[in-house]
């Protein structure tokens, strides 16, 4: 077993193609794939499950990546330590529901990289995609929350795909609405408050289940709904239509200005945040970087901070 054919299997999984990879890594295919099923021979393991739509990782293989990668990110560190070698290119990979929070966490993460190159990547996506991109490593964590309504059945798909959740706050529901909006102007809002509003939410695609929806509390009626795809539109429409989201309190003026303000809603629930990993695998120092950065930023905000 070679660092080389270490490398391959990184970059590899990384495209979940082995065409794609050849070509970013400039060698033949063929060359490529002997590598790939010479080091599974080696180790007596598939590594890979094959289809004609591209590539994915067995059980084995998820595990052997995690591994794979502190080797070679040793390797780099030893030879920048001794050999005086540039530091290699750092990559780190993100997925998360729609908070701000985690966007100032990355933002404090990349300001804070030392390396003269770096590939990072923040996907804001959905609740079954960040499970997804955990699962078969696109990501190394992603960041979701739990509530009384949901956690039976997103605990039983993260035992299901090999993942762990671990906590980093629970806060109580708030109500973000635009500062225009005259429920800005109240202490506490309650759910009558909320009747004459359109409520706002991130749809889920396929997996639109109340399970896997964004904003706790989804399951209750309303008179005028709208679904989303992404943060922008949902701030748009909450200073347009004087709409509201119910989140978890945490709203970033630094990234959204005084536009958007969260305020209390008076229901007996809770929602816990957290971020899953895969649990064959260990972050790499860049990941853990970020895990650091989230927990700074959480320790501003009036919650209760779990780690």
């Known amino acids: 077993?070679?660092?080389?054919?270490?490398?391959?299997?990184?970059?590899?999984?990384?495209?979940?193609?082995?065409?794609k990879a050849a070509e970013r890594l400039f060698i033949a295919q063929p060359s490529l794939s002997s590598a790939l099923k010479e080091l599974e021979a080696e180790i007596g393991q598939e590594l890979f499950?094959?289809?004609?739509?591209?590539?994915?990782l067995t059980t084995d293989g998820a595990e052997f990546l995690g591994y794979a990668?502190?080797?070679?990110?040793?390797?780099?560190?030893?030879?920048?330590?001794?050999?005086?070698?540039?530091?290699?290119?750092?990559?780190?990979?993100?997925?998360?529901?729609?908070?701000a929070f985690a966007v100032n966490a990355f933002v404090n993460m990349v300001k804070k990289t030392d390396a003269i190159e770096y590939e990072y990547t923040l996907r804001e996506a959905r609740t079954f995609e960040i499970v997804e991109d955990v699962k078969h490593l696109r990501s190394e964590l992603g960041i979701i929350y739990k509530s009384k309504f949901n956690t039976q059945v997103i605990d039983k798909l993260l035992k299901e795909n090999h993942l762990l959740f671990h906590p980093l706050f629970t806060a109580k529901p708030h109500v973000f609405v635009s500062s225009t909006n005259?429920?800005?102007?109240?202490?506490?809002?309650?759910?009558?408050?909320?009747?004459?509003?359109?409520?706002?939410?991130?749809?889920q695609g396929e997996?639109?289940?109340?399970?896997f929806s964004e904003e706790i509390l989804s399951t209750e009626y309303v008179k005028k709904d709208i679904k989303v795809g992404d943060r922008a539109t949902i701030f748009n429409?909450?200073?347009?239509?004087?709409?509201?989201?119910?989140?978890?309190?945490i709203v970033s003026a630094d990234l959204n200005g005084d536009n958007i303000v969260a305020v209390p809603l008076d229901v007996d629930d809770d929602m816990t945040v957290g971020y899953i990993t895969h649990k064959d695998f260990q972050l790499t120092q860049q990941a853990a970087l970020y895990v650091t950065e989230l927990i700074d930023v959480i320790k501003a905000y009036d919650v209760d901070v779990k780690v």
């Open 1 to 19: 077993m070679t660092l080389q054919q270490l490398k391959y299997f990184i970059e590899t999984v990384k495209h979940g193609s082995i065409n």
């Open 49 to 56: 499950i094959r289809t004609p739509r591209g590539i994915s």
């Open 69 to 99: 990668r502190q080797v070679v990110e040793q390797q780099s560190l030893l030879e920048q330590r001794w050999l005086n070698k540039t530091p290699s290119r750092r990559l780190c990979a993100i997925s998360t529901q729609h908070y």
């Open 182 to 203: 005259p429920l800005s102007q109240k202490k506490r809002v309650s759910l009558a408050d909320l009747e004459d509003y359109p409520r706002l939410s991130y749809e």
């Open 207 to 211: 997996f639109n289940s109340f399970y």
């Open 237 to 249: 429409l909450m200073i347009g239509l004087n709409g509201y989201t119910i989140s978890s309190g």
